[in-house]
């Protein structure tokens, strides 16, 4: 058995994409599953499974399009790639407030891209990642999930400290 963190972009966000969490464990459930955990409210998903990543990040896609109406970008990581994720980061984590990790959902093969007027913020692209540092604040960064993804050509979400390192907590527990 597989465990997996699975990591949705934009979903309860401004009133789009509502997905309540029951009703997102109900379709885990549902798609064969198990020992399903779900953190917060901006679809945050620890699970297991005998499939491959891709097989997982396929059928909560589909799950999701067939049950809400809406289509969802599905990032799906392995604990090991946690591990490894917070292992590397390469900025200060003194204050953890303007720490980020940006998952992306395949490897890319830029090491630097041009993004305008980034004052003090500073980023890191290491493979399927992208380090963030905002002294500046994540509200007015721009180094965008949205950047990020035309730039690379991937798909991008973001986890601030906390959540990266609660959701590894919860995924070794």
Sequence with gaps: MNKY?????????????????????DLLKNLAFQNIQTYIQSGNIILESEKSKSEVCKLIKDGIKTKFGFEVPVIVKTVSEFKKAIKKYPFSTDN?????????????????????????????????????????????TKITNNVLEKKLEVIATTRNYKTTIKLLALATE
């Design 5 to 25: 963190i699975i990591l949705l972009r934009g979903i309860n966000v401004s009133g789009k994409n509502k997905i309540p969490m029951a009703d997102l464990r």
């Design 96 to 140: 953890p407030k303007i720490v980020a990790f940006v998952f992306l959902n395949s490897k890319t093969s830029k090491t630097q891209i041009e993004i305008k007027n980034i004052g003090e913020d500073k980023y890191k692209i290491d493979d399927d990642i992208v380090y963030l540092i905002c002294p500046s604040g994540f509200g007015k």
